[in-house]
């Protein structure tokens, strides 16, 4: 079964970047057709889909946040991660690393394992 585990600082300073680092196991992140991606959930708020790193490496980000966030993997350990720019308080939420199940046509079947998530707190 495939597991995802979050990893980073729960507390973040106004204006830092945040760093996060998602771990796999039970699957590898370059498996054919299979997408990696960041989303978060604000207190009180929905879910919110930040970006995506396909199996090849290639990366899409949400509109909302295509100026300030940057995925990367390190594929000899398994991971991928997220780098945020400019934080600030509206950015105190909790950060899921989730896979995005595909298959050969480019079919996304959607968010099918998610991990535990890992609360950010942004405050000086």
């Known amino acids: 079964q495939v597991q995802l585990q979050e990893s980073g600082p729960g507390l973040v300073k106004p204006s830092q970047t945040l760093s996060l680092t998602c771990t796999v196991s039970?699957?590898?992140?370059?498996?054919?057709?299979?997408?990696w991606s960041w989303v978060r959930q604000p207190p009180g708020k929905g879910l919110e889909w930040i970006g995506v790193?396909?199996?090849?490496?290639?990366?899409y980000y949400s509109p909302s946040f295509e100026s300030r966030a940057s995925i990367s993997r390190d594929t000899s350990r398994n991971q991928f991660s997220l780098q945020l720019n400019s934080m600030t308080p509206e950015d105190t939420a909790v950060y899921y690393c989730?896979?995005?199940?595909?298959?050969?046509?480019?079919?996304?079947?959607?968010?099918?394992?998610w991990g535990k998530g890992t609360l950010v707190v942004v405050t000086s």
């Open positions: 039970g699957g590898s992140i370059t498996t054919s057709y299979h997408r």
């Open positions: 989730v896979r995005e199940g595909g298959d050969w046509t480019g079919y996304n079947y959607g968010l099918d394992y």
């Open positions: 790193i396909r199996d090849d490496g290639n990366t």
